[in-house]
C-alpha cells in the first residue's frame, strides 16, 4: 500500500480534518485497488464510532411535478427538458398516506420534496396537515427550492425539523441557480435553527477532481448532520445525457472519502441511489422515496427508479448493516 495515502487515511480516522490536497490524492485513487479499501474500511471503522454500526432510512415524498425554469439539466423537471408539461400538485390525501405508511414502514425520518418554483405558502400548508398525521417525534425535513428567513422561520414553526439543501456540482452553471443563493438558504436555515442535510451531487463522469474536492469541503463547512453523494441519473434525450453516469465501484470509493473528509462531528454519510457496495463503503443512510422524483420521468416513482423501504430493509441486510429503530439519530445528534 502506498505509505503517504495511508498516513493520509489515518489522519483521518485518527479526527483530523484533512486539507484539500488530501482529500484530492484520496479522489485520484482506482477504485478497485488495496488504497481504495482501506479508505472504505477507514469509513466505516467511523462509522462504527458514531453510529454503533447501524444506518438510517429516511422517506421522502415527492408533493408536486411540472416544468421548471431554474432549469438544472440533471432534473426531470427542468422545463428544457421537456419531460412534464403540466403543473400538478399531488393531492393532499396521497401526500399524507405516502408520509405516514413511510414512518409506518420503519423510516427514521420523512422529507417532503418540491420543485424549486413550487409556491411556498402551498408547499407549507402541505407541511402543516403532514406533520399533524405524522407522530410527534418524527423529524420532518423540507426539500424545496431556496428561501431566505422569514419562510425559514415559517418552516420551523410548520414543524419542520430541518432541511435538504446542496451547492450542487455545476450550480450556476448546468443550473439556473446563483451559488450565493444556495448559501444565502443555508444560512437563513441555521439561523432559524434547522438542521441541514446536505451532500456532494449529482456526481458525473466529467465532474474534475478539483470540483469534487471544493464541493466535499463545501458540505463540510456547511455543519450538517450528514453528507455524502448522490451520482447523477441521466435523464434520455437530455444535454448532459452523454455523459452517462459513474459507476456504483466508483462512487462506493468517493462515498468513503466524503466519510473520511467531512470527520465525526458529522453524523451521517448517505449514498444514493441505495446500494450494498455503497453502504460496504461508509454509507450510514439510504433514501426510500415515494411520489415525484427529479430522477424519474413518471409521477410516481415507486412504480419506477424509488426504491421503498423494503428494497432498503433488504440492501442493509444484505451489507450486514443494521437498521435503527425510532427518530432519526443523525438529526438528533446534530
Known amino acids: ?182 448559501f444565502d438558504t443555508i444560512a437563513a436555515a441555521h439561523k432559524a435553527g434547522l438542521k441541514i442535510g446536505t451532500c456532494l451531487e449529482p456526481v458525473g463522469p466529467e465532474h474534475s477532481l478539483d470540483e469534487l474536492v471544493e464541493k466535499i469541503i463545501i458540505t463540510r463547512e456547511m455543519h450538517p448532520v450528514f453528507s455524502g453523494a448522490m451520482r447523477r441519473i441521466p435523464i434520455p434525450d437530455t444535454s448532459l445525457s452523454s455523459w452517462g453516469k459513474v459507476s456504483e465501484a466508483r462512487m462506493a470509493h468517493i462515498v468513503a472519502v466524503v466519510r473520511l473528509a467531512i470527520g465525526y462531528e458529522v453524523a451521517g454519510n448517505c449514498t444514493h441511489e441505495p446500494n450494498v457496495r455503497g453502504v460496504t463503503a461508509g454509507a450510514s443512510l439510504l433514501w426510500a422515496e415515494a411520489g415525484t422524483n427529479p430522477r424519474d420521468t413518471v409521477t410516481d416513482t415507486e412504480s419506477g427508479r424509488g426504491f421503498g423501504m423494503a428494497r432498503c430493509r433488504d440492501i442493509l441486510s444484505e451489507a450486514d448493516t443494521e437498521l435503527l429503530i425510532g427518530p432519526s439519530r443523525m438529526f438528533a445528534r446534530a
Open 1 to 182: 500500500m502506498d505509505k503517504k495515502v495511508k498516513q493520509i487515511i489515518d489522519r483521518a480516522m485518527n479526527r483530523r480534518w484533512l486539507e484539500a490536497a488530501e482529500i484530492k490524492i484520496l479522489l485520484a485513487l482506482p477504485p478497485v485497488s488495496e488504497e481504495s479499501f482501506y479508505a472504505q474500511f477507514a469509513a466505516l471503522q467511523i462509522n462504527q464510532e458514531i453510529m454503533g454500526g447501524q444506518a438510517e432510512i429516511h422517506g421522502q415524498v415527492g408533493v408536486n411535478s411540472g416544468p421548471c425554469g431554474c432549469n438544472c439539466a440533471f432534473c426531470s423537471f427542468a422545463a428544457v427538458n421537456r419531460v412534464f408539461k403540466e403543473q400538478k400538485v399531488e393531492a393532499i390525501e396521497d401526500i399524507v398516506e405516502r408520509s405516514v405508511r413511510l414512518q409506518a414502514e420503519g423510516a427514521n425520518a420523512v422529507y417532503l420534496m418540491a420543485t424549486a418554483n413550487m409556491k411556498f405558502n402551498e408547499f407549507l400548508a402541505i407541511g402543516r396537515q403532514v406533520r399533524n398525521s405524522l407522530a410527534p417525534e418524527t423529524v420532518l425535513v423540507a426539500n424545496i427550492g431556496d428561501f431566505d428567513y422569514s419562510e425559514a422561520a415559517a418552516l420551523k414553526e410548520a414543524g419542520f425539523g430541518g432541511i435538504y439543501h446542496a451547492v450542487r456540482l455545476g450550480e450556476g452553471h448546468v443550473t439556473r441557480i446563483p451559488v450565493q443563493k444556495r
